[in-house]
Nanobody, 122 residues
Framework: QVHLVESGGGLVQAGGSLRLSCVVS????????VGWFRQAPDKEREFAAT????????AYGDSVKGRFTIVKDNAKNTVDLQMNNLNPEDTAVYYC???????????????WGRGTQVTVSS
């Protein structure tokens, strides 16, 4: 069973940066990916970024590409999301998730964290 715990959310001004961290525990197989999804009020959960746990394959959502970077540290069992040049549209609850294979669909997740709030003020 996989367990995920997020941290690092907060309030930041537009143009600023935040770094989210997800601590991963449990068994992850070679084809598992650890990713970040986000959900703003009254909106569907949206894919942000993902990385293959056993390698370095990454993928990003169009709305964050070029501003967000996902990295992993297998020794520390963490997956971080570095978010730069934030804007108010990035305001959301950010969730760490594990999926089987590379997917941008939240319905494919097999484990979720509880989420961390990110608020970007204008």
């Amino acid at each position: 069973q996989v367990h995920l715990v997020e941290s690092g959310g907060g309030l930041v001004q537009a143009g600023g940066s935040l770094r989210l961290s997800c601590v991963v525990s449990g068994v992850l197989y070679n084809n598992y990916y650890v990713g970040w999804f986000r959900q703003a009020p009254d909106k569907e959960r949206e894919f942000a970024a993902t990385i293959r746990w056993s390698a370095g394959d990454t993928a990003y959502g169009d709305s964050v590409k070029g501003r967000f970077t996902i990295v992993k540290d297998n020794a520390k069992n963490t997956v971080d999301l570095q978010m730069n040049n934030l804007n108010p549209e990035d305001t959301a609850v950010y969730y760490c998730a594990v999926t089987v294979g590379l997917t941008t669909t939240s319905k494919s997740a097999v484990a979720w964290g509880r989420g961390t709030q990110v608020t970007v003020s204008s």
